[in-house]
């Protein structure tokens, strides 16, 4: 599993584990949460860092929408606590990839797309 795929993991972990707890305990996914995934996993894929991609909490572009930001730092200030307990492997990946030093260029890959 590369980053970009381990990233997609985690998000959709972390937004599992939100959902549970505040709208769907006894069920998949709820409507509002399956769009704020599948919006991450786009701008993850959309990234223009590609491999060098930071963890977005330390990027200095922020791709997000501003309500898709307040939604996914809900998620990720609720759920990111007890990732620990409940995938302890991708929480340290997390951790280990918040501790690498950003790209020093702001320069778009070739598969960058505008903010949708």
């Given at each position: 599993?590369?980053?970009?795929?381990?990233?997609?993991?985690?998000?959709?972990?972390?937004?599992?584990?939100?959902?549970?707890?505040?709208?769907?305990?006894?069920?998949?996914?709820?409507?509002?949460?399956?769009?704020?995934?599948?919006?991450?996993?786009?701008?993850?894929?959309?990234?223009?860092?590609?491999?060098d991609?930071?963890?977005?909490?330390?990027?200095?572009?922020?791709?997000?929408?501003?309500?898709m930001?307040?939604?996914?730092?809900?998620?990720?200030?609720?759920?990111?606590?007890?990732?620990?307990?409940?995938?302890?492997?991708?929480?340290?990946?997390?951790?280990?990839?918040?501790?690498?030093?950003?790209?020093?260029?702001?320069?778009?890959?070739?598969?960058?797309?505008?903010?949708?």
């Amino acid at each position: 599993m590369n980053k970009q795929q381990r990233e997609k993991h985690t998000i959709e972990k972390m937004i599992d584990i939100y959902c549970k707890a505040m709208h769907q305990p006894d069920k998949v996914r709820c409507e509002q949460c399956e769009r704020l995934l599948q919006y991450s996993i786009q701008r993850i894929e959309k990234c223009i860092h590609g491999k060098d991609k930071p963890v977005c909490a330390k990027c200095k572009i922020h791709c997000y929408r501003p309500q898709m930001r307040e939604e996914i730092k809900k998620v990720m200030r609720y759920a990111g606590p007890k990732m620990i307990f409940k995938h302890p492997i991708l929480a340290i990946y997390h951790l280990l990839d918040s501790f690498r030093r950003q790209p020093e260029t702001m320069k778009p890959q070739k598969n960058y797309k505008e903010r949708t």
